[in-house]
């Protein structure tokens, strides 16, 4: 049974922006504390950004400033909104629900001109 779906990916220009949203059911949003990780070819998977249920946000250096995670808790999604986009944003990107340690299935970003 698919607990979250991820979506939005794609690829975009540098300096573009993308949005990916991950949908979970209502009992998983409504219990965790939500994040987007990524992995690029050849490299460990690292946190991007993590949201609680009380809006308390944490983005890693890399990319604070440029993205946004959000959470709509009448529709138990979580967003990221990925602004001034550059190659090495480039990875599949996967949406977590932390305390019941499930994993979406990846979105690809691809940044590139």
């Known amino acids: 049974q698919v607990q979250l779906v991820g979506s939005g990916g794609g690829l975009v220009q540098p300096g573009g922006s993308l949005r990916l949203s991950c949908a979970a059911s209502?009992?998983?949003?409504?219990?965790?504390?939500m994040g987007w990780y990524r992995q690029a070819p050849g490299k460990e998977r690292e946190l991007v950004a993590l949201?609680?249920?009380?809006?308390?946000?944490n983005y890693a250096t890399s990319v604070k400033g440029r993205f946004t995670i959000s959470r709509d808790n009448a529709k138990n999604t979580v967003y990221l909104q990925m602004n001034s986009l550059n190659p090495e944003d480039t990875a599949v990107y996967y949406c977590h629900a932390f305390q019941s340690r499930y994993w979406g299935k990846g979105t690809l970003v691809t940044v590139s001109s």
């Open positions: 949201i609680n249920s009380g809006q308390y946000t």
């Open positions: 209502r009992s998983i949003f409504s219990t965790n504390t």
